[in-house]
Protein backbone atom coordinates (compact mmCIF):
# COMPACT_ATOMS: atom_id res chain seq x y z
CA UNK A 1 0.00 0.00 0.00
CA UNK A 2 2.94 2.49 -0.56
CA UNK A 3 1.35 5.43 -1.69
CA UNK A 4 2.98 9.38 -1.93
CA UNK A 5 0.67 11.94 -3.81
CA UNK A 6 1.62 15.49 -1.86
CA UNK A 7 -1.10 18.45 -3.03
CA UNK A 8 -0.11 22.30 -2.65
CA UNK A 9 -3.08 23.96 -0.16
CA UNK A 10 -3.79 27.27 -2.39
CA UNK A 11 -6.37 28.80 0.80
CA UNK A 12 -8.25 31.67 -0.91
CA UNK A 13 -10.87 32.80 -3.05
CA UNK A 14 -11.17 30.75 -6.70
CA UNK A 15 -9.27 33.12 -9.60
CA UNK A 16 -11.17 34.10 -12.49
CA UNK A 17 -14.14 30.82 -12.29
CA UNK A 18 -17.31 30.97 -10.91
CA UNK A 19 -18.88 28.68 -8.90
CA UNK A 20 -21.08 26.84 -10.76
CA UNK A 21 -18.79 26.43 -13.42
CA UNK A 22 -15.77 24.69 -11.19
CA UNK A 23 -18.19 22.32 -10.07
CA UNK A 24 -20.07 21.88 -13.32
CA UNK A 25 -16.36 20.65 -14.33
CA UNK A 26 -16.37 18.68 -11.37
CA UNK A 27 -19.83 17.24 -11.89
CA UNK A 28 -17.17 14.72 -14.46
CA UNK A 29 -14.30 14.68 -12.37
CA UNK A 30 -14.69 11.25 -10.80
CA UNK A 31 -12.68 7.44 -10.31
CA UNK A 32 -12.14 6.65 -13.91
CA UNK A 33 -12.19 10.13 -15.72
CA UNK A 34 -8.96 10.70 -17.58
CA UNK A 35 -8.37 14.06 -16.01
CA UNK A 36 -8.48 12.26 -12.49
CA UNK A 37 -6.18 9.60 -13.54
CA UNK A 38 -4.30 11.93 -14.38
CA UNK A 39 -4.26 13.68 -11.31
CA UNK A 40 -5.31 16.51 -12.75
CA UNK A 41 -6.60 19.11 -10.46
CA UNK A 42 -9.18 21.29 -11.28
CA UNK A 43 -9.88 23.57 -8.74
CA UNK A 44 -6.96 25.51 -6.52
CA UNK A 45 -9.08 25.39 -3.21
CA UNK A 46 -8.59 22.07 -1.80
CA UNK A 47 -11.33 21.40 1.48
CA UNK A 48 -10.96 19.58 4.45
CA UNK A 49 -12.83 16.70 4.92
CA UNK A 50 -14.01 15.24 8.02
CA UNK A 51 -14.53 11.92 8.12
CA UNK A 52 -16.69 10.11 10.63
CA UNK A 53 -15.79 6.63 11.13
CA UNK A 54 -19.40 5.28 13.00
CA UNK A 55 -19.78 2.31 14.29
CA UNK A 56 -16.33 0.72 15.29
CA UNK A 57 -17.74 -2.48 15.42
CA UNK A 58 -18.84 -2.04 11.64
CA UNK A 59 -17.30 -1.64 8.36
CA UNK A 60 -16.89 2.31 8.64
CA UNK A 61 -12.83 2.70 9.84
CA UNK A 62 -12.14 -0.01 6.83
CA UNK A 63 -13.77 1.38 4.38
CA UNK A 64 -12.27 5.07 5.66
CA UNK A 65 -8.57 3.84 6.11
CA UNK A 66 -8.46 1.65 2.55
CA UNK A 67 -9.86 4.69 0.56
CA UNK A 68 -6.97 7.09 2.26
CA UNK A 69 -5.08 4.25 1.15
CA UNK A 70 -5.38 4.49 -2.27
CA UNK A 71 -4.38 7.54 -2.40
CA UNK A 72 -6.29 9.45 -5.26
CA UNK A 73 -9.02 11.18 -2.91
CA UNK A 74 -5.91 13.65 -1.85
CA UNK A 75 -6.25 15.07 -5.53
CA UNK A 76 -9.79 16.11 -4.02
CA UNK A 77 -8.82 17.29 -0.78
CA UNK A 78 -7.34 16.92 2.76
CA UNK A 79 -9.42 14.25 4.81
CA UNK A 80 -8.99 14.06 8.30
CA UNK A 81 -10.82 11.28 10.35
CA UNK A 82 -12.38 12.09 13.48
CA UNK A 83 -12.68 8.57 15.77
CA UNK A 84 -10.90 6.62 17.79
CA UNK A 85 -7.24 6.45 17.01
CA UNK A 86 -7.02 3.05 18.44
CA UNK A 87 -9.50 1.72 16.22
CA UNK A 88 -7.95 3.31 13.48
CA UNK A 89 -4.54 1.56 14.33
CA UNK A 90 -6.37 -1.75 14.61
CA UNK A 91 -7.67 -1.69 11.24
CA UNK A 92 -4.29 -0.74 9.71
CA UNK A 93 -2.99 -3.90 11.76
CA UNK A 94 -5.86 -5.85 10.16
CA UNK A 95 -5.43 -4.88 7.23
CA UNK A 96 -1.72 -5.62 7.32
CA UNK A 97 -0.87 -1.45 6.07
CA UNK A 98 2.13 0.28 7.05
CA UNK A 99 0.20 3.70 6.45
CA UNK A 100 1.54 5.59 9.34
CA UNK A 101 -1.36 7.09 12.05
CA UNK A 102 -0.72 10.66 13.60
CA UNK A 103 -3.51 12.38 15.88
CA UNK A 104 -3.90 15.79 15.22
CA UNK A 105 -6.31 19.06 16.09
CA UNK A 106 -9.00 19.95 13.07
CA UNK A 107 -6.81 23.08 12.12
CA UNK A 108 -3.36 21.31 11.88
CA UNK A 109 -1.29 21.91 8.85
CA UNK A 110 -1.65 18.47 7.37
CA UNK A 111 1.01 17.11 4.93
CA UNK A 112 -1.44 15.75 2.23
CA UNK A 113 0.27 12.44 1.59
CA UNK A 114 -1.20 9.43 1.12
CA UNK A 115 1.51 7.57 3.29
CA UNK A 116 -0.26 9.19 6.37
CA UNK A 117 -3.77 8.83 8.16
CA UNK A 118 -4.54 11.65 10.14
CA UNK A 119 -7.13 11.44 13.60
CA UNK A 120 -8.76 13.94 15.50
CA UNK A 121 -9.47 12.04 18.69
CA UNK A 122 -13.05 11.75 19.97
CA UNK A 123 -12.43 8.26 22.13
CA UNK A 124 -9.98 5.99 22.93
CA UNK A 125 -9.56 2.40 23.89
CA UNK A 126 -12.73 2.00 25.09
CA UNK A 127 -14.17 2.28 21.75
CA UNK A 128 -12.19 -0.77 20.67
CA UNK A 129 -14.97 -3.28 20.61
CA UNK A 130 -15.64 -6.54 19.15
CA UNK A 131 -16.05 -6.40 14.81
CA UNK A 132 -19.64 -7.18 15.18
CA UNK A 133 -21.18 -6.63 18.14
CA UNK A 134 -24.11 -3.86 18.99
CA UNK A 135 -23.03 -2.01 22.03
CA UNK A 136 -23.49 0.78 24.02
CA UNK A 137 -19.72 1.60 23.74
CA UNK A 138 -20.06 1.68 20.01
CA UNK A 139 -23.00 3.63 19.60
CA UNK A 140 -21.35 6.48 21.95
CA UNK A 141 -17.81 6.49 19.83
CA UNK A 142 -20.12 6.90 17.18
CA UNK A 143 -21.90 9.88 18.55
CA UNK A 144 -19.08 11.33 19.75
CA UNK A 145 -16.97 11.72 16.08
CA UNK A 146 -20.18 13.23 14.78
CA UNK A 147 -20.57 16.01 17.36
CA UNK A 148 -17.00 16.65 16.70
CA UNK A 149 -16.90 16.81 13.33
CA UNK A 150 -20.04 19.34 13.08
CA UNK A 151 -18.64 21.74 16.13
CA UNK A 152 -15.44 21.94 13.54
CA UNK A 153 -17.07 22.26 10.91
CA UNK A 154 -19.50 25.41 12.51
CA UNK A 155 -16.08 26.59 13.62
CA UNK A 156 -15.20 27.42 10.08
CA UNK A 157 -11.92 24.11 10.99
CA UNK A 158 -13.11 21.68 7.88
CA UNK A 159 -15.54 22.39 4.84
CA UNK A 160 -17.71 19.49 4.83
CA UNK A 161 -18.20 15.90 6.67
CA UNK A 162 -18.48 12.89 5.32
CA UNK A 163 -20.23 9.87 7.84
CA UNK A 164 -19.51 5.96 7.74
CA UNK A 165 -22.52 4.02 9.18
CA UNK A 166 -23.92 4.39 12.60
CA UNK A 167 -25.95 1.54 14.17
CA UNK A 168 -28.91 2.41 15.44
CA UNK A 169 -29.18 -0.04 18.19
CA UNK A 170 -26.38 0.94 19.51
CA UNK A 171 -26.95 4.36 19.99
CA UNK A 172 -29.79 3.68 21.70
CA UNK A 173 -28.26 1.64 23.80
CA UNK A 174 -26.13 4.75 24.48
CA UNK A 175 -29.00 7.10 25.22
CA UNK A 176 -28.96 8.02 22.17
CA UNK A 177 -32.37 8.20 20.35
CA UNK A 178 -32.36 9.08 16.81
CA UNK A 179 -33.72 7.61 13.69
CA UNK A 180 -30.34 7.90 11.98
CA UNK A 181 -27.71 10.47 11.02
CA UNK A 182 -29.62 13.39 9.78
CA UNK A 183 -31.66 13.95 13.28
CA UNK A 184 -28.47 14.12 15.24
CA UNK A 185 -27.73 16.64 12.67
CA UNK A 186 -30.23 18.89 12.59
CA UNK A 187 -30.11 19.08 16.54
CA UNK A 188 -26.58 19.38 16.41
CA UNK A 189 -26.63 22.38 14.05
CA UNK A 190 -29.69 23.75 15.51
CA UNK A 191 -31.75 22.66 12.15
CA UNK A 192 -35.52 22.18 12.10
CA UNK A 193 -35.59 21.82 8.10
CA UNK A 194 -34.07 19.18 6.68
CA UNK A 195 -34.14 16.59 3.93
CA UNK A 196 -32.49 13.30 2.77
CA UNK A 197 -31.00 13.94 -0.69
CA UNK A 198 -29.72 11.06 -2.30
CA UNK A 199 -27.37 12.55 -5.65
CA UNK A 200 -26.20 10.05 -8.22
CA UNK A 201 -24.76 10.66 -11.53
CA UNK A 202 -27.99 10.05 -13.49
CA UNK A 203 -30.51 10.50 -10.89
CA UNK A 204 -30.60 12.51 -7.91
CA UNK A 205 -33.78 12.86 -5.51
CA UNK A 206 -35.42 14.97 -2.12
CA UNK A 207 -37.19 13.26 0.30
CA UNK A 208 -40.66 14.83 1.75
CA UNK A 209 -40.36 12.05 4.43
CA UNK A 210 -37.91 9.25 4.90
CA UNK A 211 -38.10 7.20 8.18
CA UNK A 212 -42.20 7.18 8.47
CA UNK A 213 -44.55 3.96 8.16
CA UNK A 214 -46.85 4.34 5.10
CA UNK A 215 -49.96 5.02 6.59
CA UNK A 216 -48.34 8.53 7.73
CA UNK A 217 -46.64 9.59 5.43
CA UNK A 218 -49.85 11.69 4.06
CA UNK A 219 -50.20 13.43 7.44
CA UNK A 220 -46.99 14.78 7.71
CA UNK A 221 -46.77 16.02 3.90
CA UNK A 222 -47.74 19.51 4.71
CA UNK A 223 -47.88 22.54 2.40
CA UNK A 224 -44.52 24.29 4.78
CA UNK A 225 -42.90 20.92 4.34
CA UNK A 226 -43.09 20.87 0.51
CA UNK A 227 -42.19 24.01 0.12
CA UNK A 228 -39.23 23.63 2.14
CA UNK A 229 -38.15 20.42 0.54
CA UNK A 230 -38.37 22.16 -2.84
CA UNK A 231 -36.37 24.88 -1.51
CA UNK A 232 -33.82 22.60 -0.34
CA UNK A 233 -33.43 20.78 -3.45
CA UNK A 234 -33.03 23.78 -5.52
CA UNK A 235 -30.20 25.19 -3.20
CA UNK A 236 -28.49 21.86 -3.07
CA UNK A 237 -28.15 21.98 -6.82
CA UNK A 238 -27.08 25.07 -6.93
CA UNK A 239 -24.20 23.95 -4.81
CA UNK A 240 -23.72 21.12 -6.92
CA UNK A 241 -23.10 23.39 -9.67
CA UNK A 242 -26.63 23.32 -11.24
CA UNK A 243 -27.39 27.46 -11.84
CA UNK A 244 -31.09 26.76 -12.80
CA UNK A 245 -32.26 23.58 -11.44
CA UNK A 246 -35.31 21.72 -12.49
CA UNK A 247 -37.07 19.99 -9.95
CA UNK A 248 -40.04 17.54 -10.40
CA UNK A 249 -42.43 16.97 -7.74
CA UNK A 250 -43.67 13.34 -7.81
CA UNK A 251 -46.89 12.67 -6.59
CA UNK A 252 -48.56 10.49 -3.67
CA UNK A 253 -50.78 8.58 -5.00
CA UNK A 254 -50.95 5.92 -8.09
CA UNK A 255 -51.23 8.16 -11.26
CA UNK A 256 -51.09 11.31 -8.83
CA UNK A 257 -54.61 10.30 -7.44
CA UNK A 258 -56.35 10.40 -11.02
CA UNK A 259 -58.16 13.96 -10.35
CA UNK A 260 -59.31 12.46 -6.66
CA UNK A 261 -60.27 9.52 -7.28
CA UNK A 262 -57.18 7.57 -5.69
CA UNK A 263 -56.47 10.44 -3.23
CA UNK A 264 -56.83 14.35 -3.26
CA UNK A 265 -53.12 15.29 -1.46
CA UNK A 266 -51.91 16.30 -4.90
CA UNK A 267 -54.85 18.01 -5.87
CA UNK A 268 -55.26 20.43 -2.29
CA UNK A 269 -52.18 20.54 -1.42
CA UNK A 270 -49.42 19.84 -4.13
CA UNK A 271 -50.39 22.05 -7.49
CA UNK A 272 -51.39 25.17 -5.83
CA UNK A 273 -48.10 24.96 -3.46
CA UNK A 274 -45.89 24.07 -6.94
CA UNK A 275 -47.47 26.46 -8.74
CA UNK A 276 -47.04 29.47 -6.27
CA UNK A 277 -43.31 28.64 -6.04
CA UNK A 278 -43.17 28.19 -10.31
CA UNK A 279 -44.11 31.98 -10.12
CA UNK A 280 -41.25 32.96 -8.48
CA UNK A 281 -39.16 31.60 -11.16
CA UNK A 282 -37.95 28.42 -10.26
CA UNK A 283 -38.01 25.61 -12.49
CA UNK A 284 -39.96 23.20 -10.42
CA UNK A 285 -43.30 20.86 -12.20
CA UNK A 286 -45.66 18.77 -11.02
CA UNK A 287 -47.38 16.44 -9.65
CA UNK A 288 -45.97 14.13 -11.92
CA UNK A 289 -47.10 10.48 -11.97
CA UNK A 290 -44.85 8.57 -9.66
CA UNK A 291 -44.37 6.16 -12.24
CA UNK A 292 -43.42 8.12 -15.17
CA UNK A 293 -41.39 11.37 -13.38
CA UNK A 294 -38.01 8.86 -12.56
CA UNK A 295 -38.43 7.92 -16.22
CA UNK A 296 -38.73 11.85 -17.55
CA UNK A 297 -35.58 12.28 -15.28
CA UNK A 298 -33.41 9.43 -16.22
CA UNK A 299 -33.99 11.46 -20.25
CA UNK A 300 -32.55 14.60 -18.83
CA UNK A 301 -35.64 16.08 -18.37
CA UNK A 302 -35.30 17.34 -14.80
CA UNK A 303 -32.46 17.49 -12.59
CA UNK A 304 -33.78 16.37 -9.23
CA UNK A 305 -37.09 14.83 -8.25
CA UNK A 306 -38.54 15.78 -5.03
CA UNK A 307 -40.02 12.02 -3.73
CA UNK A 308 -42.88 11.87 -1.34
CA UNK A 309 -41.41 8.74 0.78
CA UNK A 310 -38.42 6.59 1.56
CA UNK A 311 -38.98 3.75 -0.89
CA UNK A 312 -40.48 6.38 -3.30
CA UNK A 313 -36.85 7.73 -4.03
CA UNK A 314 -34.66 4.89 -2.24
CA UNK A 315 -35.58 2.20 -4.88
CA UNK A 316 -35.11 3.82 -8.34
CA UNK A 317 -31.96 5.29 -7.02
CA UNK A 318 -30.20 2.04 -6.02
CA UNK A 319 -31.65 0.67 -8.78
CA UNK A 320 -29.71 2.80 -11.37
CA UNK A 321 -26.66 4.14 -8.94
CA UNK A 322 -25.80 0.78 -7.75
CA UNK A 323 -23.14 2.14 -5.02
CA UNK A 324 -22.75 5.62 -6.97
CA UNK A 325 -25.09 7.36 -5.16
CA UNK A 326 -24.38 9.56 -1.99
CA UNK A 327 -27.16 10.55 0.94
CA UNK A 328 -26.48 14.53 1.12
CA UNK A 329 -28.51 16.28 4.32
CA UNK A 330 -30.40 19.44 2.41
CA UNK A 331 -31.05 22.03 4.80
CA UNK A 332 -27.63 22.30 6.84
CA UNK A 333 -25.47 25.60 7.52
CA UNK A 334 -22.59 22.88 7.11
CA UNK A 335 -21.85 20.23 4.32
CA UNK A 336 -22.82 16.44 5.07
CA UNK A 337 -22.38 13.70 2.43
CA UNK A 338 -22.63 9.74 3.11
CA UNK A 339 -22.54 6.37 2.43
CA UNK A 340 -26.03 4.58 1.23
CA UNK A 341 -25.36 1.58 3.06
CA UNK A 342 -24.70 0.21 6.70
CA UNK A 343 -22.61 -0.91 9.38
CA UNK A 344 -22.83 -4.27 7.95
CA UNK A 345 -21.66 -6.54 10.56
CA UNK A 346 -21.72 -9.73 9.11
CA UNK A 347 -18.57 -9.10 7.12
CA UNK A 348 -16.42 -6.00 9.63
CA UNK A 349 -13.51 -7.09 10.16
CA UNK A 350 -12.75 -9.39 7.42
CA UNK A 351 -11.66 -6.31 4.91
CA UNK A 352 -13.98 -7.42 1.99
CA UNK A 353 -15.95 -4.06 2.29
CA UNK A 354 -16.71 -2.17 -0.94
CA UNK A 355 -15.35 1.17 -0.68
CA UNK A 356 -16.73 2.40 -3.91
CA UNK A 357 -19.38 4.44 -2.21
CA UNK A 358 -17.26 5.90 0.73
CA UNK A 359 -15.07 7.22 -2.61
CA UNK A 360 -18.05 8.87 -3.95
CA UNK A 361 -19.28 10.72 -1.00
CA UNK A 362 -15.91 11.95 0.28
CA UNK A 363 -16.04 12.77 -3.82
CA UNK A 364 -19.06 14.45 -3.37
CA UNK A 365 -17.99 16.54 -0.27
CA UNK A 366 -15.49 17.88 -1.91
CA UNK A 367 -17.77 19.26 -5.17
CA UNK A 368 -20.16 20.79 -2.26
CA UNK A 369 -17.24 22.58 -0.80
CA UNK A 370 -15.48 23.98 -3.37
CA UNK A 371 -18.73 25.02 -5.15
CA UNK A 372 -19.63 27.03 -1.28
CA UNK A 373 -15.83 28.19 -1.38
CA UNK A 374 -14.12 29.23 1.57
CA UNK A 375 -15.44 32.44 1.78
CA UNK A 376 -19.44 31.33 2.30
CA UNK A 377 -18.43 28.53 4.43
CA UNK A 378 -16.62 31.42 6.55
CA UNK A 379 -19.64 33.08 6.56
CA UNK A 380 -21.84 30.88 7.23
CA UNK A 381 -20.21 29.88 11.02
Not at 212 to 230: C, F, G
Not at 276 to 294: E, H, K
Request: aromatic content about 4%.
Amino acid sequence: MDSLIVVLPIRGPVPQRTRAFICSDLLHYNYGSPDFEKGNLLQSFIPRIGITLGDPAGIGTEIAVRTLADGSIYQLCYPILFGSPDVVARELKQLGSNLSLKVVSPIDALSGTAAEVVVVETSGAEALVPYGNISKAGGEAAVKSIKAAVTAALAGEIDAITTAPLNKESMRNAGFHYDGHTELLAELTGCSSVSMLLIGNQLRVAHLTTHSALRTVSDKITEDRLREVIRIAFEAMRNYGFENPRIAVAGINPHCGENGLFGDEEIKLMRPVIASIAATGIDVRGPISPDAVFIEAMADKYDIVVVAYHDQGHIPVKLIERDHAVNVSGGLPIIRTSVDHGTAFDIAGKGIADIVNMKSAITMAAKMAVGRGPTERAKST
